[in-house]
């Protein structure tokens, strides 16, 4: 089930100082990675993430990607930018966050209710090279289904 993100990707972006990044490789040790810009459904959410893009800020570069969470459930659940993660080439795990000097459409939290669904940028922590980043993961706080990456 292949879904348009590229479309809500462009009309996101990462900024005018934006980039894709390439040569991103499958994430060592997690199951079954998931295709930029295709849907997985985690505890009857259905997620995606864009292909990673380089969003130059202030005096650092941070990964970002353009990620979208739909509530298929039938009760209100919770959607934070600490849900997703970052993995790096060396299998480490970084929080995503907020894109530095402000993001146009940085993915906020709330709650979403049924069939609802909420979309933005989360970006890598500054401090690490962004051109390490090799994968997107949506990994909830409170989750009890195994993490999702989504790799190019």
């Known amino acids: 089930m292949a879904v348009a993100v590229a479309v809500v990707a462009g009309a996101a972006g990462c900024g005018t100082g934006s980039t894709t990044l390439s040569g991103a490789r499958a994430v060592s040790g997690a199951?079954?990675?998931v295709p930029y810009g295709h849907e997985s459904t985690v505890d009857?959410?259905?997620v995606t993430a864009s292909e990673?893009?380089?969003?130059?800020a202030l005096s650092a570069?941070?990964?970002?990607?353009?990620?979208?969470?739909k509530n298929n459930r039938d009760d209100v659940v919770q959607f934070d930018p600490f849900d997703w993660k970052f993995t790096g080439d060396?299998?480490?795990?970084?929080l995503a966050g907020h894109s530095l000097g402000g993001h146009v459409n940085d993915l906020g939290y709330g709650n979403l209710a049924p069939g609802e669904t909420a979309s933005g940028a989360v970006c890598s922590d500054p401090m690490v090279d962004a051109a390490e980043v090799t994968g997107v993961q949506y990994e909830p706080l409170f989750g009890a289904s195994p993490p999702v990456t989504w790799t190019g």
């Open 44 to 46: 009857a959410l259905t």
């Open 31 to 33: 199951a079954k990675p």
């Open 90 to 94: 060396d299998g480490v795990d970084v």
């Open 52 to 56: 990673l893009q380089k969003h130059d």
């Open 61 to 69: 570069v941070q990964a970002c990607s353009v990620v979208a969470v």
